[in-house]
């Protein structure tokens, strides 16, 4: 009976202790996976039926509400009240909020705060849970100006592509703009199957670019992506300015240097000439000041400006801005692409892709970011402060939560250097290829860019900053395969003018 009664205990005991092991994996180890399955709809019903924070931009305009509803879900996530033209226009920063559990945008990377799940927030939760109140998500606040962001969006027009302007102070993100966008509130819905659909048609459309309907001139980018952090494309002639600045930081060239400016340039180890824009001569002697060459974005010169630094000298110069990084805005921001570097793996680290590189080609690829970052730089005396989107975290009574401090997040090159590079950009924007941009009584730094994408049409640029002489704005503007190899469609003639809006909102703040 003793071994009979001491086996069933052992029985017992066993499956007490199974009990015990499969409860604590599931309570612990395995709960925050099984919270974010998709299929458990739990969670869902949990974040939606609490009163979610508001995403508010710079004066108090609420972005991103949480509306009550008389479903099971309780409160309906709203953006810009439900007006589809206004929710497009910050749709690549805030994402959406979706019943069939996608979360992207600000919703995803501000979750703890919008959701009043932060440890910084504990003492609200330990009050709601006391006095049984309903627990309430924080206001973030923005960076954003919507006035500086209104004109970024009304600048772009019909093009597909992105605008980004920073202070260059600060890193604050005063725009950032993505074209094609997407009505948010159609994926917020809480018609399950309307929201799929909704999801589906946006996640799947690429925009045609040039109107031609072929799979060359497809965009690889569909309008989720917010273009100014996710999307890379060669830098064309705005990558110019890394190349001068390492060619005056390392090599002590100055913006009075003559260097060489040949009609063609033969990229080292091969036999393949490049010549410039248009096939045009940058000058009858085949040399010219550094000045000069930026002034009228001579290829041949900064070809050979790029070989002469080197390998090292550009790679030094592409990593002390930080470009193989990611930066958390809090959107994960992606990284570069150089050659011999990470982002450009694939692609060799010989003399002729180095040489290449000088004016934005080849394997280079950037974001509207980095590009608008490379100006900040230049702007702030050569300090890059690290960009970000959140201004100020609040609580359900307004209290102050968190406050962002702006910190350095770079420093690629010396105060001379940033004024060499100044003193040639202005040039520029006075009296070369970046006319576009000028705005009377204002000094403007900038660079134009018209870069080659094979086998789509060149993509143009615009990098700029104002006032030259106290910079309030940084800023990028790429129009994506948007050129024809005409002076008519450059960098120069359509991305510019949109930059000077951008500016001139900024600065008349």
């Known amino acids: 009976m003793n071994a009979t009664l001491r086996r069933l205990s052992t029985v017992v005991m066993v499956m007490f202790l199974a009990l015990m092991v499969s409860t604590t994996w599931i309570q612990f180890v395995s709960a925050e996976s099984l919270n974010d399955h998709p299929r458990n709809v739990r969670g869902t019903y949990s974040a939606l039926s609490r009163d979610r924070g508001p995403i508010v931009v710079k004066g108090g305009e609420a972005i991103a509400t949480s509306v009550p509803v008389d479903d099971n879900y309780k409160y309906q996530r709203t953006y810009s009240d439900g007006d589809a033209g206004a929710a497009a226009v910050y749709a690549p920063i805030t994402g959406y909020y979706s019943v069939v559990g996608t979360i992207s945008g600000m919703e995803r990377y501000a979750n703890s705060y919008l959701a009043g799940e932060d440890d910084s927030l504990w003492l609200d939760r330990l009050q709601n849970l006391i006095t049984g109140e309903e627990a309430q998500g924080s206001s973030v606040e923005l960076t954003i100006d ?36 997407y009505d948010p509130n159609a994926l917020s ?3 399950s199957d309307a929201a799929k659909a909704a999801a589906e048609k946006v996640l799947n459309e690429k925009p045609v670019i040039n109107s ?50 040949p009609d063609t340039y033969t990229l080292p180890g091969t036999s393949t000439p490049v010549g410039n824009f248009g096939g045009y001569p940058c000058a009858a002697s085949q040399q010219m000041t550094l000045l000069e ?48 570097l990470i ?11 180095i040489a290449l ?49 702006p910190s350095r997040y770079k420093s690629p090159f010396s105060s001379s250097t940033a004024d060499a590079l100044t003193e040639m950009m202005e040039a520029v924007v006075a009296n070369g290829s970046g006319k576009g941009a000028q705005i009377p009584g204002v000094a403007v730094a900038g660079k134009t860019g018209t870069a080659q994408d094979e086998p789509r049409s060149p993509s143009l640029w615009f990098t700029s900053f104002a006032p030259a002489d106290d910079p309030q704005v940084a800023v990028a503007v790429v129009l994506e395969n948007e050129g024809q190899s005409t002076n008519e469609t450059t960098g120069g003639a359509l991305a510019s003018p949109i930059a000077k809006q951008i500016m001139q909102a900024a600065i008349s703040k």
């Open 146 to 181: 919507p006035k500086v962001q209104k004109a970024a969006w009304d600048a772009l027009g019909d093009y597909t592509g992105a605008a980004v302007a920073i202070d260059p102070k600060t890193g604050a993100i005063l725009a950032m703009v993505s074209k094609p966008s």
């Open 189 to 191: 819905t809480h018609d």
């Open 212 to 261: 031609e309907d072929d799979e060359e001139r497809r965009s690889v980018y569909g309008p989720t992506i917010n273009r100014t952090i996710n999307a890379t494309f060669p830098p064309g002639s705005t990558f110019k300015l890394l190349t001068a600045a390492a060619a005056i930081e390392y090599d002590g060239k100055t913006p009075g240097t003559q260097i060489p400016a």
């Open 293 to 340: 060459a930026l002034e009228i974005s001579c290829n041949t010169a900064f070809l050979n400006l790029a070989d002469e630094v080197g390998k090292d000298g550009m790679q030094q110069m592409f990593q002390e801005f930080g470009f193989t990084d990611s930066i958390e805005v809090p959107m994960t921001t992606s990284v570069g692409a150089y050659p011999g």
């Open 343 to 353: 982002g450009g793996e694939n692609d060799d680290d010989s003399d002729a892709r």
């Open 357 to 405: 590189s000088g004016i934005g080609q080849g394997s280079v690829r950037m974001t509207p970011l980095q590009v608008a970052m490379i100006s900040a730089a230049i702007a702030n005396d050569g300090d890059l402060m690290e960009p970000y989107l959140i201004q100020s975290v609040r609580d359900s009574d307004l209290e102050l939560v968190s406050q962002t401090k």
